[in-house]
C-alpha cells in the first residue's frame, strides 16, 4: 500500500501518522520529498482499511499494490481450481455448459428442454424457481413447486441443477436440494447472503454486479470463501454502460483478467448481457475463443410464449447447432466440451 | 405501449399478434407502413411484460410510452406526499436533515455528535449498526449493540433515529426499534427485503443504486408501496460512471426529475456521493438549492479514528457552519430548516 | 418515428402540430388516448429533426421506429461491403489483419516489424506518424518524416498502409500517400474532419469513440458516406465505462450488432482496448469468433523502448504465434487469413 | 510517480530500470519488500510518460501521485485567475452569466434575445454560427453569415460574443471577429485544434468531453495554455452515464474538484447537460450553490420553431425570472451577478 501525503505537511505529523501505521503490524518505509511524501507499507495490508488511513486529514490518497483479496488471489493459490458438482468438473479441461429456461413454468417444459439440452451436450440444467424481476407486476416465479420441478427432471436427466436464491430464509432448503446455487447480479453485494452460503459446502454461481467492478466481484467471492466455502464459480454477464442497443455490454476482458488474478472459474452468460437471442452465438464463442471455462445459456422451447426474457432465449435445435459449433473453438483453444 | 414490428412482416402474423395483444386487455391501434408496421397499445399497459411482448419473433421493439411505476406516479397522485416520523416531516416546507456518524462507535461517541447535530438543527440522527463493506475483513459494524446506543441516545436527545437494515432477520427488530429503516444502494434490487419492509408501516428511507436508472429506482419503491407500505424516502447517493476523482458522481438531475414524475419526497447524500469530505459543503448547497427535501450528511467528532468512512465525514463545528449557510439557501428556496 | 403527446393536450393543439408535421412531408397517424395521445409517423422520417419536434411544448418525448442512417444502413444495401485496398480487400471472406508500431520512430524499425508481420500474414501495416497524446508534454509522433518512413517500407515490402489523420491541414497529403486513412476515436465527432475525408475516395478507418452509442458512430460513417466516400472501416478499441482495471471496455456486442445493422466491415483493435499485451492474444480470438472482419494490432520490436504504449504492444514471435491461432478460429468460422 | 513492480522480479534487473530512471531524470527511491517491490520517483515527473515505463516487463503498474499538469495546477499558481474579455470579467467576485439562443437563425432573432438577455443581466452573448449535429443531415448552423449577425449583433447591443470554432480553416477569422472562442466538447481531445487556438490571445472556452476524466479535462487545458494562451475558461455540460432519463449527466463535483486543482474558472451548462428546458432553473441555482464562476444558457425567444436543441431552450421571460433567483443564490455565496 502507498500513502501520499498532502503537500507541506510537517515532520511531526508524519512521523505520528507513521508511528500509528507501525503500530497496525505493518513496516512503513517513507520517502520525503521537497514538497510531497509518500509513505510505502510493507507486510501484510489486506487487514488495514484504506478508508481509515485516508481519514487522516494530512493524507491526499491511498493506492493499493495488492490486491485486497486473498483466498481468491493467485498469488497464494497458484493452480486453478476445479470445481466438482457430483461428477461435472468446472475449471478443468472441459467446459462447462449450463442451459435451460430462464425461468421454471412447467414440468413438462423443463423435462422436454432438459432432455434436449443434454442430447447436444449441456453438463448442468439451468432455471429460475425465484425470479428478480424490475416491476413487481411481472411474473415472479414458481417459488419452491419449480424447486421440485427441477428436482423431479434432475431425477429423469441426471442433469444437475442451479438456480438462484434471493432471500436467506430458502437457504437451508436450497443446500438440500440444489446442487449449484447461483447469487444474481442484484445481490452480488449482498453481504449478508454471501456470508450465509459462505457457511455452506454448496458450490455457488456467483453473477458479476451490473456496476462492479473486477476487483470488487472478487471481493464478494471473498465474503463466501472467507466463510469456508470455497467453491465459487463467478459469472460475467454484462455491465452497464451508456451503450443502450444492448441490455448490458459483455465485458470478456474480464476472462484473462479473472485467469491471471485468481484461480477461481470463470463462465459467461451471453443471453443476459446482450438481451438479445440473435446475439447469443457470436457472444458465446467469442467467450470461448477469450479463454472463458464454461457458457450459462437461455433455451427455451417456446421462447414467444415465455413467461420471462423470451427475447434472448435461443431454441433447443439453434442450441445444438449452437453446440457443435462451440466444441470446434473449444478444440482451438485445446479444450473439450 | 408501443411495438414496433420487424420489416416485411405478413400480414396474418401481424393479425395474430393484435389477436393476443388484444386479449390481454388493452386496445391495438396498427399503424401499417409500406416496409414497416407499428402497434400503438391503450389502456392499462402497466400489467403487460414488455419483455414477454418482445421475445414474439416479429416484434422489433417495444417502447414505453406511460412510466411503469403507478403507486409511485404522481400522475395519480399529484400532491406531494409528505412523510411523517413522530413530529419531524419530511416532504413538505421544512427541509430534513439526518446527520450522525457512517458506524456507530460507542454509546459517548454517538451521544455527543447527537447532542451537537441537534443544536445545529438536524432532525434525524443518522449511524450505521450493521455496515455493508467491500472487505469481508473490513470492520463490520457493532450489530444489534449499536442498534442498542442509537436507542438510547434517541432517548436522551429525543431525535429519531434512521439506520440500515441488511437482512431479512433483523426485520422484526428494526420495526419495532427504529424511526426509518435505511435500505442501502447495494440492496436497492434486493426484491426480498423491498417486498417485507414493504408490509411494515416504517418510514423506508430507499437509497439509489449505483448503476440504477431514474425509472428503476422508482420501481424499487414501487415494490415497497405496493405491498402497502407508501411512506417512502428517496435518496440520491451518487452514481457509478467512469470518473474516478470522486467516490460516485452525484446526480442532481434526479432531484427535478423525481419532482415531475413522482409525489414521494428526495433527499440528497453529499458524504457518500463525492467520499471526501471538503466536497460535502458545496454539493449540500447544490442539493438544496436543486429542490431536494433535505440531506443526509455523516458528522463525526474525530474523523481521524473513525471505524469507517472518516475521509468524508466532517467535524460537528463545521456541520454547524454548513447549517447556516444552508438556511440561507433554503430561504431563497422558500424552504426552511 | 412515433411522437408521444403530454397528457391532457387540447384538441385544436394536436391538430396545429399534425398538420405542422404533415407540412414536413411525413403522413401522420394519430392514436387519441384518453388521457395521453400518440402520433405515428410514417414516411422518409431520416430527414425530420427530432430536437426540432420535440421542442413543441405539447410532446412528451420522441421515438425513432428506424434509424437514422441511410447509407449506412443495411435495409437499404443487403450486400456486405467489400472494401480494396489495392489487392487486400476488407470485408470479403478473407480477415484483414493490421499489424506494426503504435508510432513510427525510425526506418529501420518500421522495415524490420514490417517484414516480420508481412511473412506471419499480416495484410496492411500500421504506424502512427501522427499521435494524438493525453499530454502535451509526451511525444507527438514524427510527424511527415513518420509518414516518408511508412512510405519507404511499404514500397519495400508492398504492404499497404493506414495512419492516422488528424488535421485538414494534412488531408491532401494524406490522400496522395496514404492506402487506409485512420480517423481516431477521438475525432469520430470532428464533424468537419469526417465531411473532408469523405470528399475523396481513400478508404477511410474510423475507429469508434470512447463515449459513443453504436448509433452514433454510424451517422459519423453516414457523415463520410454522405459526400461520397462509401469505402468506411469501422474499428471498435473499446469503450469508456465504470471499469478500471482495463484502459477501456472492449464491446465485442458491436460485431454482431453492426453486422445486423450495416453493410459496413467492422475490424477489433484489442491493443488499444484493453492496453495490456498480455489481453490482446485473447481479445483477438474472441474478436474473430465474434464474426469481425479483421483486427489491428500493435507489434513493436522491443516495446520496452517504444516511444509511445509499449505496455500494449506484442513482439513479433508472439504475433506470429498468434496468427497461427487465429487462423484455426477463422477457420471454424468459414473464413481464412 | 510510484512504479509498481511484479512479484519476484531479479535484483539485477530492478537495478538495470533504476538505472534507467535515474538517466531519465528523476531520483529514485526503492522499497524492495520480500515478494513485490515498488520504486518511488521524486522530481519532476511531469515529463515522464507513464505509458513508457509501463511497458518494462517488470512493472506491475504506474501511479501518478502528482497532476501531470503544470500551467493549469494550482500548486504552481495559487491565486485564482480571472479572464478579461473587454471589461467583463470571468473568475472574479462577479458571476458571467452567457446566454443566447442554440444557434444563429436570423438579425432579428439574435438581436431580439440579446437585448433580452442584456436587460437581465447575462454578459456573454452566446449563438452558434457552426453547428456540430450527430446527423449529416441536420441543419449545419449558418456559417460565416451567422458570425456577421453576432458582430452586428455585438455592435448594437455591447455584449461579447462567444461562438463555437469547428474546425482549423475558420480560426484566423474567428481570433479576428469573436470575444470568446469556445471548443466544444466534441472536440475537447481534437489536440491540433487546441494547440493551434493556444496561439492565439483570444481567452477560449473548453467543454468538458462527454467522456472526459476530470484530469484528461485540466490537460486539454493545459494543451492549450502549453502554447501560450492562458485565457482558458472550463465549463462543465454534462457526462455520458448509463441514466437515459437525461441527456448527459451534470456533474456538479467537477466544480469543487477544479477549484482545488486548478486556478482557472469554471462556469456551468445546465442546458445542453439535461437537454429538457424545465431543468435549466434547478441546475443552474445548483451550479451557483456549488461555487461555479458563471453559466452559460439558451435562451429563445420561440423554442417551438427552433433550428436547434429548441427543446432545451428557455424563453426570455422564463430567463429573466431565473436571474432574479441566481442573484439570491450569489449573495449567499458572497458574489454577484
Known amino acids: 500500500m502507498v ?9 511531526e505529523e508524519i512521523q505520528g501518522l507513521i508511528a500509528h501505521l507501525t503500530g497496525l503490524g505493518v513496516e512503513v518505509h517513507p520517502i520525503i520529498g521537497n514538497t510531497q511524501s509518500i509513505l510505502g507499507l510493507v507486510g501484510d495490508t489486506s487487514k488495514l482499511d484504506p478508508s481509515m488511513i485516508q481519514s487522516h486529514r494530512i493524507v491526499e490518497k ?36 449450463m442451459a435451460g429456461p430462464c425461468s421454471v413454468e412447467s414440468y413438462e417444459q423443463v423435462l422436454e428442454i432438459a432432455k434436449s439440452i443434454k442430447a447436444s451436450g449441456a453438463g448442468v440444467l439451468r432455471g429460475g424457481a425465484f425470479k428478480p424481476r424490475t416491476s413487481p407486476y411481472s411474473f415472479q416465479g414458481m417459488g419452491s413447486e419449480g424447486l421440485e420441478i427441477l428436482k423431479q427432471v434432475r431425477k429423469e436427466t441426471g442433469l444437475p441443477i442451479v438456480t438462484e436464491l434471493m432471500s436467506l430464509e ?40 451490473m456496476s462492479s467492478t473486477i476487483e470488487e466481484f472478487l471481493m464478494s467471492a471473498e465474503y463466501i470463501m472467507s466463510e469456508g466455502n470455497e467453491n465459487v464459480i463467478l459469472c460475467e454477464r454484462g455491465i452497464r454502460t451508456f451503450e443502450t442497443y444492448t441490455r448490458n455490454t459483455l465485458d470478456l476482458s474480464i476472462v484473462p483478467a479473472i485467469k491471471k488474478l485468481s484461480h477461481l472459474p ?72
Chains 1, 2, 3, 4 share one sequence.
Request: hydrophobic fraction near 45%; glycine fraction near 6%; include cysteine.
Open 170 to 209: 430458502w437457504l437451508d432448503k436450497f443446500v438440500e436440494d440444489v446442487d449449484i446455487i447461483q447469487i444474481g447480479a442484484r445481490n452480488m453485494s449482498n453481504f449478508d447472503l454471501l456470508k450465509e452460503v459462505g457457511k455452506s459446502k454448496t458450490p455457488i454461481l456467483l453473477k458479476r454486479g
Open 266 to 337: 470463470i463462465i459467461v452468460d451471453p443471453s443476459h448481457a446482450a438481451g438479445m437471442w440473435w446475439m447469443v452465438e457470436p457472444l458465446a464463442k467469442a467467450a470461448i475463443a477469450a479463454g472463458a471455462d464454461g457458457l450459462m445459456i437461455e433455451v427455451h422451447n417456446d421462447p414467444a410464449n415465455a413467461k420471462c426474457d423470451g427475447q434472448q432465449s435461443i431454441k433447443p435445435a439453434k442450441f445444438d447447432a449452437l453446440m457443435t459449433k462451440l466444441k470446434k473453438i473449444a478444440e482451438v483453444e485445446e479444450r473439450e466440451i
Open 62 to 97: 491511498v493506492m493499493y499494490v495488492q490486491e485486497p483479496f486473498k483466498k481468491a488471489n493467485k498469488v497464494f493459490h497458484p493452480e486453478n481450481s476445479v470445481i466438482s458438482v457430483k461428477d461435472h468438473l468446472i475449471g478443468g479441461k472441459a467446459l462447462s455448459v
Open 3 to 11: 500513502v501520499i501525503l498532502k503537500n507541506n505537511v510537517k515532520q
